[in-house]
């Protein structure tokens, strides 16, 4: 897909190397805006931005997947890792049921994913069925 390219620089698996914003505006719109790894504070600002009532994901593209963290409306904002054939959710760590992070959790694994050679080593991720 030509857009994959255009975005991310990577024609196949998705973008790479980017942080985005993606918002939806309707049931069928959605707006974006990215952002480079370097750029941290603009990704900690749309982290702080990020409410559970709004349709809106925080995304950070790597090498070796991406974390998304994902607000849908209508449950807790939850935090995903691909690496583009499989899909884990993010847990604390010992935790029961699905283990919500909290908002400031949230910020610590997306802003470790900008920099980070691998996916974060914290939280727990549980293979997403």
């Known amino acids: 897909m030509r857009w994959l390219r255009d975005r991310g620089g990577r024609s196949k698996g998705g973008p790479k190397d ?3 914003r993606l918002t939806g505006r ?11 790894l370097s ?7 749309w982290l702080h931005e990020l409410r559970p009532e709004r349709d809106q994901q925080v995304l950070v593209h790597r090498p070796w997947g991406t974390v998304a963290a994902v607000a849908d409306g209508r449950h807790p904002v939850s935090v995903f890792l691909s690496d583009g054939e499989k899909a884990w959710f993010a847990a ?9 992070l909290t908002p400031e959790q949230i910020e610590y694994v997306l802003l470790e994913a900008l920099t980070a050679t691998s996916p974060p080593d ?4 549980r ?3």
């Open 122 to 125: 914290w939280p727990e991720w």
């Open 26 to 36: 309707g049931p069928f719109r959605v707006s974006g805006e990215s952002a480079a």
């Open 39 to 45: 750029d941290r504070e603009r990704v900690q600002r």
């Open 18 to 20: 980017l942080a985005e």
């Open 92 to 100: 604390v760590p010992g935790a029961a049921g699905d283990g919500s």
């Open 127 to 129: 293979h997403l069925v």
